[in-house]
């Protein structure tokens, strides 16, 4: 069996019980977290995807959920998130903290946009403090 070792921090689709939550075959970790320093969060473009820039200062501190994720089901997250592609995301080590209190700090990896591919014109919503439900039913996955 393999062994579960990365921690990954989920801000969006990835969430339990949000539309791609079946690609994150994770544990979850106890709670909620938040990150430490602020981040912009924007649902983007007609699909409207939650992207989180990688522009830590600006924005709300991001609520979401921390995994523990085995090798293949981070390889599966990457693929989804497409980060070997150009426009894709980047697996970035980030700073948490549970969300409820100022406890200890935590870290693990997030998916974030690069900055620069972000067009102002193309957020339908944001920046945001956490992805809802409500954000979720305007989600559309990739075709193809």
């Not at 924005?59 to 998130?81: C, N, W």
């Amino acid at each position: 069996m393999e062994a579960m070792r990365t921690l990954v921090f989920v801000f969006g689709t990835l969430k339990e019980g949000f539309p791609n939550f079946a690609v994150n075959r994770g544990e979850r970790v106890a709670g909620r977290y938040r990150t430490h320093a602020a981040y912009p969060l924007y649902l983007v473009g007609e699909r409207c995807s939650p992207w989180l820039l990688d522009s830590p200062g600006v924005g709300h501190p991001v609520i979401g959920e921390v995994y523990r994720v085995t090798d293949t089901a981070l390889a599966d997250m990457d693929q989804l998130e497409r980060v070997h592609e150009p426009d894709g995301y980047v697996r970035k080590q980030i700073a948490l903290q549970p969300a409820a209190n100022a406890g200890d700090v935590l870290h693990a990896y997030a998916y974030l946009k690069r900055a620069e591919l972000f067009r102002p014109e193309q957020a339908r919503l944001g920046p945001i403090a956490e992805y809802l439900p409500e954000h979720a039913k305007l989600y559309r996955g990739r075709v193809g």
